[in-house]
């Protein structure tokens, strides 16, 4: 099964920019369709990202559209997230996950152990 870490998360502040890494190891990430997920304190899980196997098609949540861009380069096996004009409330820890099944279907069985992001204002 496919292994995947997170890197690339740290503390800046408001207005600055991140990119998030997602890094598979154990299988192609090829084969997966990806997602980038966040959980701030206190609150539930949220969906931020998903790109397809090809990296044909994307979708972002409402919060992410216009500031974050998902992007994968299958040769290095890794999905990334650039995160500009960053918030406060953006503040979370994000997770990538990996599904083998439709693209869109929104579940995904594998994930990694997530990376903190904060952002000070």
């Known amino acids: 099964q496919v292994q995947l870490v997170e890197s690339g998360g740290g503390l800046v502040q408001a207005g600055d920019s991140l990119r998030l890494s997602c890094t598979a190891s154990g299988r192609t990430l090829s084969n997966y369709n990806v997602a980038w997920f966040r959980q701030a304190p206190g609150k539930e899980r949220e969906f931020v990202a998903s790109i397809s196997r090809t990296g044909t098609r994307t979708s972002y949540a409402d919060s992410a559209k216009g500031r974050f861009t998902i992007s994968r380069d299958n040769a290095k096996n890794t999905v990334y997230l650039q995160m500009n004009s960053l918030k406060p409330e953006d503040t979370a820890i994000y997770y990538c996950?990996?599904?083998?099944?439709?693209?869109?279907?929104?579940?995904?069985?594998?994930w990694g152990q997530g990376t903190q992001v904060t952002v000070s204002s």
């Open positions: 996950a990996a599904d083998l099944r439709v693209y869109g279907m929104g579940t995904y069985a594998y």
